[in-house]
């Protein structure tokens, strides 16, 4: 008989947890697994990437305003009966947030409880927001048979935050589909232009306040315009920030260095053509983004960020990792720009790195974690 697996979470959006757990359930032996992927809200790019053998639920078509507060009025054992239908073995809250509080109202205690938590926190209220308070948020997160981290920094994290709260821990990293990036990558593209005059920068992700592309923009108004620097930068992604953004480059009047690419199904072809990745993030958690710049041979320059050390390097062997500080990443970068050698370097060793990313090694250790768990 199959292991009934649900995974909950807001949506399939853009980012680079849906698109990891698209990933790790089309990947996942269907023959040992009747996989569920449920969504509070019908909305996101990467449902359209679900293999027709993953169940699809959702709660609502769309989302509404004010959602967090509406859920936080009802108590988690009446949200759970409400849009958990079923019956499962397992059932994952693949995202923290508001499936965490809904799935801990689960009543059978047949059932087994994951959370899945894939960002370093650094402030108890951005993992009790979605609670009433943080005695709710204590008495639920008792309730979970285990608690996977994405990385090890993730998890020393939450243990700073919440030392009375350790449960059962498990790090898993995150899967990547490294031949079908491969693959991708080799597509042709025409935006990015290989030229010895002027370094290529990229950098990929949703425009939301995490990402700190705003800081990212700042740097490049120092490198072309006070260090009159020869750099184009290329950021791929779309997201509420985006028109402040842009906003932003027209105030530095940098629209022939910096280009919006918008959102695209194969970002992979345009971070292989570029000289070099840049990672702003204020925070991440096991950054896919990163782990896709290696995958196709693309150098990595990126702050400080759960996760960074484990895929660059404890010493950096792999790529460049700054403080979280726009001047330290701006200092890191300048030097890159000055010295192309090492760049040339650093493309070496991310060609390297890329190498250990295989599907099997890591699907074989989570089908493991949840063979274990019932």
């Known amino acids: 008989m199959k292991t009934k697996i649900l995974f909950f979470i ?55 305003r004010g959602n967090i507060h509406l ?13 958990i239908k079923e019956d499962y073995d397992i059932v994952v809250s693949y995202f923290q947030g508001a499936t965490t509080r809904i799935i801990a109202g689960c009543s059978n205690e047949k059932i087994k409880l994951v959370q899945w938590i894939h960002n370093e926190f650094k402030d108890k209220q951005q993992l009790v927001n979605c609670y009433r308070n943080q005695n709710e948020f204590e008495k639920l997160q008792k309730r979970y048979n285990a608690t996977v981290y994405v990385a090890k920094t993730s998890m020393e ?30 597509e042709e593209e025409t935006e990015i232009i290989k030229n010895d005059q002027y370094l290529n920068l990229i950098s990929v992700g949703r425009m939301v306040p995490q ?36 906003d932003l480059v027209k105030k530095y009047k940098l629209e022939n260095n910096i280009y919006f ?50 895929l660059l390097g404890e010493h950096q062997e792999y790529g460049i990792i700054t403080n979280n500080d726009e001047n330290d990443l701006y200092k890191s970068l300048i030097d890159l720009i000055n010295n ?8 070496e060793k991310a060609i390297q790195r890329g190498k250990v990313f295989k599907v099997d090694e890591r699907i074989s250790k989570i089908e493991s974690f949840f063979d274990e768990l019932i």
């Open 10 to 64: 807001t949506s399939l959006e853009g980012g680079g947890a849906e698109k990891v757990l698209v990933n790790m359930v089309n990947n996942m032996d269907q023959s040992k697994y009747d996989i569920t992927v449920q969504t509070l809200f019908d909305t996101g790019i990467n449902k359209q990437y679900l293999k027709d053998t993953i169940n699809y639920k959702y709660c609502f078509k769309k989302v509404f």
């Open 71 to 83: 859920f936080k009025l009802f108590s988690p054992k009446y949200l759970y009966k409400k849009f």
């Open 157 to 186: 994290a939450y243990h700073r935050l919440f030392p009375n709260l350790i449960t059962t821990n498990h790090i898993l990293y995150n899967v990547v589909e490294a031949d079908r990036i491969l693959e991708l990558s080799n």
């Open 211 to 246: 990402k700190a592309f705003d800081r990212l923009i700042r740097i490049m108004h120092k490198c072309v315009n006070e260090e009159k620097k020869s750099v184009k930068l290329f950021l791929l992604g779309i997201g509420p920030l985006e028109q402040e953004l842009k």
């Open 261 to 310: 690419l918008g959102y695209n199904t194969n970002p992979y072809k345009y971070v292989k053509n570029a000289d070099l990745f840049v990672c702003s993030s204020l925070h991440e958690g096991f950054s896919t983004a990163v782990t896709e710049s290696l995958i196709v041979g693309t150098p990595v320059i990126t702050t400080e960020c759960s996760g960074m050390r484990e």
């Open 340 to 347: 192309p050698s090492k760049v040339d370097i650093l493309k």
